[in-house]
């Protein structure tokens, strides 16, 4: 009886250590200034994770090395250009193989000479004027607005239990998606594209872009942060 009991409760000491294990995340920032304090509170809060910051150029190095198999995602919340051909070859192999990635904001903005960038993210934000089927595009930007925000699949693991919200944060217009996306959310605000967070297939894995997130309302918004903790575990057991 007492071996019993103390077998019961090493399942729960184990079952509670268990519970407690927390994900590994590699957050990447750099190239585009942002309020470091808030950004930080929000990550503490969504709770089920644990990272490690790194900074652009180092975050590519890291993702180029073994390392990388440390982390169970990456999140992406740089607006960097500077790339090595190795490491674009590291990218790529990580999502043919099937490597969380979720990018936010004005990662959107990032590599814009590498082409591959696009197929990945599912989308380009085009910071020159570029001839894109012979018309030219270019996007734009517009801070301290309130968007009001539309869940286009509420079915899906990302945006489970949201229901269309407003936030004051800042738009991107003009911006091209891909035809691959997955639509997760939409605006009709005039100065924004239609699709602001989407998945996009890329070799055998999905990345999850979501543009909202430019400063401390966003960051302290309940629906951004749910958001951000639902897209984030949806994309690391997606990879599994
Ligand atoms: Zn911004």
Redesign the pocket.
């Known amino acids: 009886m007492k071996s019993l009991s103390m077998t019961l409760l090493l399942c729960i000491v184990q079952l509670a250590a268990f519970s407690q294990n927390k994900y590994h995340l590699l957050v990447i920032t750099g190239g ?1 200034g ?1 309020e470091k304090v808030p950004f930080y509170n929000m990550m503490d809060s969504l709770g089920n994770f644990t990272y490690d910051q790194l900074e652009q150029p180092k975050a590519n190095e890291l993702i180029a090395s073994s390392e990388v198999g440390r982390y169970d995602a990456l999140v992406f919340y740089d607006m960097n250009d500077s790339i090595t051909p190795a490491q674009k070859q590291a990218y790529l192999h990580l999502l043919q193989k099937g490597k969380a990635m979720v990018f936010l ?2 990662s959107l903005v990032s590599y814009q000479n590498w082409d591959d960038f696009l197929r990945i993210i599912g989308g380009k934000y085009y910071e020159k004027a570029t001839m894109v089927n012979g018309s030219p595009v270019k996007s734009s ?1 517009q ?1 301290d607005v309130i968007i009001p925000v539309k869940v286009e699949n509420p079915a899906h693991p990302v945006t489970k239990g949201l229901t269309d919200f407003e936030i004051y944060d ?1 738009v991107y217009g003009n911006f091209l998606t891909q035809p691959t996306i997955g639509p997760l959310l939409s605006t009709t605000h005039p100065g924004s594209s239609k699709y602001i967070a989407w998945t996009n297939p890329y070799g055998r894995s999905e990345v999850l872009f979501i543009q909202l ?3 401390p309302e966003a960051f302290g918004n309940s629906n951004y942060r749910k958001l951000l903790r639902q897209g984030i575990e949806w994309s690391i057991k997606r990879h599994r």
Do not use: A
């Open positions: 585009h942002f904001h004005h930007y801070h800042e997130g430019h400063g």
